[in-house]
């Protein structure tokens, strides 16, 4: 079993940063490939990034490449979404996800879930 608790949401204005925090407990975290997801009102959950066990390794949806960077730090469980130039179509919950084995980019194959946190990107 392993517990996700995200953190670092808010209100941001277009052009702005934000960093999600998302901390694991109860597992070897290490073992898990890591997962952001992200969904606005009336939308399906969408993958935003994976990040693989060693942090060798990440994937990330086109709407946020070269704007948004995971990684990971195993020695304290977490895992983080640095998110730069933030559009108002950023807005949603975002989640944090583990799944034990190989990269995947449906949440159909992620095991676990944080709460989630809400970004809201406006002016």
């Known amino acids: 079993q392993v517990q996700l608790v995200e953190s670092g949401g808010g209100l941001v204005q277009p052009g702005g940063s934000l960093r999600l925090s998302c901390v694991a407990s109860g597992s070897f975290f290490s073992n898990y490939v890591m997962g952001w997801f992200r969904q606005a009102p009336g939308k399906e959950r969408e993958f935003v990034t994976a990040i693989n066990w060693s942090g060798g390794s990440t994937y990330y949806a086109d709407s946020v490449k070269g704007r948004f960077t995971s990684s990971r730090d195993n020695a304290k469980d977490t895992v983080y979404l640095q998110m730069n130039s933030l559009k108002p179509e950023d807005t949603a919950v975002y989640y944090c996800?583990?799944?034990?084995?190989?990269?995947?980019?449906?949440?159909?194959?992620?095991?676990?879930w944080g709460q989630g946190t809400q970004v809201t990107v406006s002016s």
């Open positions: 996800a583990a799944r034990y084995g190989q990269y995947r980019s449906s949440y159909y194959w992620y095991d676990y």
